[in-house]
């Protein structure tokens, strides 16, 4: 009688690590709230997190205030506790485009796009810089891609 010996190798298999990735938008930088908010999210720790949209609210269409806006909230004590947990991406709405509604006409649209950048600190050579408008996309894993219109 013979024997047949059989042998079931199975390959290790490494597991995909989860991955958290918080959203946000809609944000009212004097709203006391604010600061409850960013810290709470920070406090999770996620991997990635993406504005998705009127990040900050401008008044009536005039650029100074709207950098005013990113400036203020980019120096607020809980946004940079957030900056040093996790990684922030975004992109734009209507508010933090410069004007409620505004379309591709809207006469500041260069200084917001700029403004926009330089708060989410897109570096200079990113190709999101050789484009109209703010699209980005970032590989956040082998298997997880972030596009932002």
């Given at each position: ?10 390959g ?15 944000h ?39 950098s ?39 006469q ?42």
């Amino acid at each position: 009688m013979r024997y047949l010996t059989v042998f079931l190798i199975l390959g290790m298999v490494t597991p995909v690590s989860a991955q958290t990735i918080a959203f946000g938008s809609c944000h009212k930088v004097n709203d006391p709230n604010s600061d409850i908010i960013l810290t709470s999210i920070a406090n999770h720790k996620p991997d990635a997190f993406v504005w998705l949209g009127d990040i900050v609210y401008g008044k009536d269409g005039n650029p100074k205030h709207l950098s005013k806006q990113f400036k203020k909230l980019k120096s607020k004590y809980s946004y940079q506790n957030l900056l040093q947990s996790t990684d922030v991406y975004g992109t734009w709405d209507d508010h933090d485009y410069g004007l409620n509604n505004a379309g591709r006409d809207y006469q500041h649209k260069d200084r917001s796009r700029a403004d926009l950048f330089a708060f989410l600190n897109v570096p200079k050579n990113s190709p999101a810089f050789q484009r109209n408008g703010a699209y980005q996309s970032y590989d956040l894993s082998p298997k997880v891609k972030l596009i932002l219109l």
